[in-house]
């Protein structure tokens, strides 16, 4: 299992059988991986994370483009693919929040801060904001402990939070939007 | 030489030493040592002796799990070092720290054990998210090939190494060897059944040792300095220094390199500083998620495998986690739980279904549903969820803190279910 997605069908963008034709950067990168692992069926895991790179996530398409790419099955490569915690499946919003809930961040208060950041974002974890800045999912242990709590906002770790921290960043993150390459 | 040869080149204000200052600082003297006359044998004996054991948290002597690979003649050409730098056990924050803070030490560490089983590939497994690690890693790796410490024929000892570093896509259960390499084979990441063992039949059917990132952190200053220096550092039964982490509501959070031996109160209020103004110190899990509560009686006992061993518990990875008195040791538990549920695999039915029935049991205790039967069922989990039922390690170790929860909170379970709410506030 993945992590907790919303039931709102809606978020589903494609059950499309048609595989998308990878695009050259992509294939470029794979072709790059296929020199470090022996066979293809290693390099579909890192294709995933390739592609979701350049397109922000994993469509059905990208998924049977990959496979088609590399010859494997479909549903071997979606068994890979729903199986990892930062592959999405979905579509997410332009800076992903992995928000650790584990032990020491639980023990230092990520219950409230959790409380605050679903009600100043309106999401619970797995849903994107409606302008499709953020996306919010649980993350286990970030291992950063000795600062909790923690999440990450896209690369970047953020420490010893509060609810003023939170509310800082995510103006800062509203008034300077990061580009993804491709889109 | 140094008594802290895992953290002596780390300084938090600025940035990991380049290679030309690892070198300086006695840096990859381990591969010069290997190249001035050691064998594989050699190098085997040397660890062994040295007395160090893995520090992923099983604790197993790295030179034992060494032996285990074929050798000679007749063994298979192809072998594989795999780094286990997938650091998600709950609480767990040293490895982080070492691949940040001093990159080629964990190279320097890579060559020592590859050369040993006579591996030419080895891939670094680094969990997705440590994003500042994998720049430090990247970048320390392309200096250890142009200076001539990977490639080709080392230092002309007609040792090969190559180093790929592979980012995981999460989840926990790639921590467990097996699974980890089936996630690096492009699987998803279930266990594998043992026998045969990754060091027969690994990565790719070949044979392999997977070793976690402080246990290779260890093997540079082994080398350079030889094996009565490292059993020198040691104030206990066990042989060096580890990495020592606290977090909760102490005073001073953090991790720290110290002696092995080294009593548990120090490290929890010498180098933590002790519990924040107005709390008392509850209990703690010594080395993880997956390890046994321990309480304030045992606070004078050493940092020793052996000794936290037999208090019931395990040193495991060796980051410790406090409880103070005004946190609900149920919800603490309850939060494990959820951690254990949420990352089980999934491959085999009592972990699958049992942690999240565990899981939904404390939810209940939390909203004030729970009831006697339910403390009954927690209580068969322990069994049922234990060592021998399960395909993997990752339900026993969620029974470590259940059933030492269980035992020790006994009166803070009862109150859930008379009073029908948690009385802490969180």
Redesign the interface.
């Known amino acids: ?1 993945s992590v907790q997605m919303s039931s709102d069908s809606s978020m589903i963008a494609s059950t499309s059988t048609r595989a998308r034709k990878l695009n050259a950067a992509e294939i470029a990168e794979i072709e790059h991986e296929m020199t ?4 293809k ?6 294709a ?2 390739i592609v979701q790179k350049h397109q922000g996530w994993v469509s059905d398409e990208s998924l049977l483009g990959i496979a088609k790419y590399l010859d494997l099955p479909a549903s071997d490569l979606e ?2 693919a729903t ?5 999405y499946r979905q579509p997410v919003g332009r800076n992903v929040i ?1 928000f650790c ?4 961040c ?4 990520c ?2 801060l959790r409380r605050h950041i679903t009600h100043s974002l309106g999401i619970d974890f797995g849903q994107t904001t409606e302008d499709g800045e953020f996306t919010l999912i649980p ?10 709590p923690v999440m ?1 906002v896209g ?3 953020q420490r010893k939070l509060t609810r003023d921290s939170i509310d800082e960043l995510v103006v800062e993150v509203r008034i300077q939007p990061k580009a993804r390459d491709d889109v | 030489m140094t008594d802290r040869p895992l953290t002596r080149n780390i300084d938090l204000n600025r940035g990991p030493l380049d290679i030309a200052g690892y070198e300086a600082a006695d840096g990859y003297q381990s591969m010069h040592a290997i190249a001035k006359g050691l064998s594989p044998d050699d190098v085997l004996n040397i660890v062994k002796t040295s007395g160090l054991k893995g520090r992923g948290g099983a604790g197993f002597p790295t030179g034992l799990k060494w032996s285990f690979v074929p050798r000679g003649d007749g063994s298979p050409k192809q072998k594989y070092l795999v780094v286990n730098a997938d650091e998600m056990e709950p609480g767990t924050f040293k490895d982080r720290l070492l691949m940040e803070g001093d990159p080629h030490l964990l190279i320097d560490g890579m060559l020592v054990a590859a050369y040993t089983i006579q591996a030419n590939m080895a891939y670094i497994f680094l969990r997705g998210e440590y994003i500042d690690a994998e720049n430090a890693l990247k970048k320390a790796v392309k200096e250890a090939y142009e200076r001539g410490y990977l490639g080709k024929n080392i230092l002309g000892t007609g040792f090969d190494l190559d180093i790929v570093l592979h980012t995981s896509a999460g989840r926990y259960i790639c921590g467990e060897e097996t699974a980890l390499l089936n996630a690096l084979e492009g699987r998803r990441a279930n266990p594998r059944a043992k026998p045969p063992f990754p060091q027969v039949s690994g990565l790719w059917g070949k044979p392999t040792i997977v070793n976690n990132v402080e246990t290779l952190c260890n093997l540079p200053g082994i080398l350079a300095y030889g094996v009565d220096w490292y059993q020198g550092l040691s104030r206990g039964v066990d042989h060096g220094t580890k990495m020592f982490g606290v977090s909760g509501k102490v005073k001073n959070p953090g991790c720290w390199e110290l002696p092995l031996g080294t009593p548990v109160r120090e490290l929890l209020e010498g180098h933590a500083g002790g519990m924040r103004d107005g709390l008392e110190l509850r209990a703690f899990l010594p080395g993880g998620g997956s390890t046994d509560f321990m309480l304030p009686q045992h606070l004078d006992l050493n940092l020793d495998y052996d000794e936290i061993g037999k208090a019931g518990s395990r040193l495991a990875t060796g980051t410790m986690i406090v409880l103070d008195d005004q946190t609900c040791p149920v919800g603490m538990v309850g939060n494990l739980m959820t951690f254990f549920a949420h990352e089980s695999c999934g491959f085999c039915t009592p972990c699958r279904d049992g942690l999240p029935w565990v899981d939904e049991i404390f939810r209940g205790f939390e909203a004030g549903t729970g009831n006697q039967k339910d403390l009954q069922i927690l209580h068969d989990h322990i069994e049922y969820l234990g060592p021998g039922r399960t395909f993997c390690a990752l339900a026993p170790g969620a029974t470590a803190p259940l059933g030492s929860g269980l035992k020790y909170f006994a009166e803070d379970f009862e109150k859930h279910i008379t009073e029908q709410r948690c009385s802490y506030k969180h």
């Not at chain 1, 470090?36 to 066979?39: E, F, G, N, Q, V």
């Not at chain 1, 199986?83 to 592959?87: E, P």
């Not at chain 1, 639980?106 to 208060?109: C, E």
């Not at chain 1, 993350?139 to 909790?148: F, I, Q, R, T």
């Open positions: 299992m470090l692992y022996p066979d069926q290693a390099v579909g895991l890192e995933l994370k068994g890979v199986f990892f915690n930062l592959v992995l809930n584990s032990v020491t639980w023990i230092m208060g219950d409230d993350v286990p242990c970030l291992g950063d402990c000795d600062k909790a990450m690369e970047k770790m």
